[in-house]
């Protein structure tokens, strides 16, 4: 992230930067950076921006406290344009939405992928602390029975009408399915193809 050669003279010394939700991948806004904006980023961990109509350096939050915390910087192929990824606290448009296109940046299912980040880091770095961790070492054998307890426990809930328990026992099911994939050493993407190809097949 600090090896960044960009171009500033050939763009008047403002390149564009977009930014983008680091879980979401959706674009929240798009800013500006000089020399001094893009240093400050880089030390503070925060977006900060050349603003043009203030004519000054601005940190996005300064006022309202909606930071924007970096978590990658990346040029494009010409050194001309910044791509940072970040994690937004709060609404990142002055007007209170999540982006300052309007469009929601709410889906939980993104949590998905920072759970599966936490479980293979559960098996590659063990923690005697850790439930998943202890999974692994029971062995493939322990962890597919797992989920097999967890479909019949979430069988058995979807029988009543106890909204709560049924959530409980879905999400156990995901929570040791994705278990299962990290054991097996297969990425969800693999499984998401199986439903691309069925799917166009159709």
């Not at 763009?11 to 800013?31: C, K």
């Not at 909204?163 to 879905?170: P, T, V």
Request: hydrophobic share 40%.
């Amino acid at each position: 992230m600090n090896n960044l050669n960009i171009d500033f003279e050939k763009v008047g010394g403002l390149v564009p930067v977009i930014v983008q939700d680091a879980d979401s991948n959706l674009v929240l806004m798009l800013g500006y950076m000089n020399q001094e904006a893009l240093d400050i980023t880089l030390e503070s961990k925060k977006v900060t921006f050349f603003s043009r109509t203030k004519g000054r350096i601005w940190t996005k939050g300064e006022t309202s406290g909606n930071f924007l915390h970096v978590k990658s910087i990346t040029m494009d192929c010409d050194n001309d344009t910044l791509l940072v990824k970040v994690r937004p606290q709060g609404p990142v448009c002055h007007t209170g939405a999540d982006t300052c296109f309007d469009e929601p940046n709410n889906s939980k299912t993104l949590f998905i992928d920072q759970l599966r980040y936490i479980i293979k880091e559960r098996k590659n770095k063990p923690s005697e602390q850790s439930y998943t961790t202890s999974l692994f070492a029971k062995g493939i054998n322990k962890v597919a029975q797992k989920v097999g307890e967890e479909a019949v426990e979430l069988v058995i809930e979807a029988k009543d009408n106890n909204k709560s328990l049924f959530l409980g026992e879905a999400a156990d099911l995901l929570f040791h399915y994705l278990i299962l994939l990290e054991a097996k050493e297969i990425e969800l993407d693999e499984v998401m193809e199986v439903l691309i190809d069925r799917h166009n097949k159709k």
